[in-house]
């Protein structure tokens, strides 16, 4: 036996070892074949679509690149180049290489399916309702379209058309991965949490194992009053993936609101062994602590989030309520700017900044913040009752005046406001008697000057 012979055996070994899901014994057998033929691009393809069942997609990439090397025009590697491209985020590439397949054929329908989902997650929604139309010139008929489609519509909270559209998807392939558990979320948005149950669960029976939808229709079930039942699901979840933490962290929250403190501190322990950087679970572990008044251990789960700088926006915001509340002011302020670059719109964000501010005595950055949330929420009454209160504490009464003012006008049974309008013109009355006071006594004669 050759070379050339020992380099097709192992593609057929490889071809054997994939169907058995044996991916790094099958990508062994592909590596060692074109270190023997590195010419044929048919094999680095293969390659990439093991590599992508590993995940591994910037490997992938480069075997497809390969790929195309050796044929410029094979469109089934220039495909899959386009979606690992996406899969990374590297929209620009992905939408560049799906241009070149319609380049080489104008008439391949992926080449428009696939521009669908990567213009709606560039949130370019007019772009890929022109994919989709294009692509349906060409094949009528395409579940990954639909499929797209309703993402686009989803994003949009469309969501009755994205629904219409992921139906769509089941009525050409009823097995379409993870279609039941976008229409379930979809229904959960629109508020019919029955519908969304019954979608989720049909989504499991497709793929008992999932673990993330487990953990979904756990926390609908919380929001449909279902605890107990919620709490089974959350329990189901750490027994099919008892290495995994997002289990336990869903199980804690569960606990924690049940006020099953000891036991909720325990899954996040639990959670912070399997992955010490895992988002929310210090918080939550300081919010225990604060919650049975431990304030010092409190503090340093706090910290210990803060210091892995979160994304997520309702995360920042309880974890700066919670800064706050154990007063740890100043660190509340650096999360709380966090926020407000992530969500430069969100008045409550630039609401809960100004106290922030105001609490560590920055008077004028905190009424600064005021007027931003302002300037997205003019009928914000809470931030102009703190606007007044400022420029109250730094004795600028006009302009508190004018602000408690503005306040009434927009809600004039406000009784704080009432009160702070009443101390206001008090003060303002008080400032006035004083410096009466003092011009008088500055016009005084001395006792020596008519001597």
Known sequence: MNDWDDAERRVERAQELFEQHRWSEALEELRAAISINPYNGGWFFNIGLTLDEMDRFDEAIEAYRRAIEIDAEDL??????????HRIGNYKEALRTFERMESIDSAHEPSYCHRIITYSDLGDHEKAEEMFYLARLYKEHCPHCYHHMGCSLRDRELYDKAIYCWQKTLDLDENYPEVQVRIAEAYWAKGEFEAARQHYLIGLRQDPGNTDTLLDLGDLLSEMGRSDDAGEKFRQAIELAPEEPAPYFCHGNWLLRSGRDLEAAACFDRVLQLDPTYPGAHLRLGEVFARRRQLSPARKQLRAEALLRPQD???????????????????????????????????SAWQNLAVAQFLIGRYDDGIASCKEALNHDSSNVMAIYNLALACEHLGRYGEAFQWVRQGLQLDPGDASMQTLKLRIRIQRVRRKLVNGVRRLFLRQPRANENL
């Open 313 to 347: 926006p309702v995360l920042l915001m309880e974890l700066a309520n919670l800064l706050g509340d154990t007063g740890q002011n100043r660190a509340a302020v650096a999360s709380l700017k966090r926020l407000v670059q992530i969500q430069p719109k969100n008045p």
């Open 76 to 85: 089934q590697a220039l495909q899959h180049l386009g979606v690992d491209f």
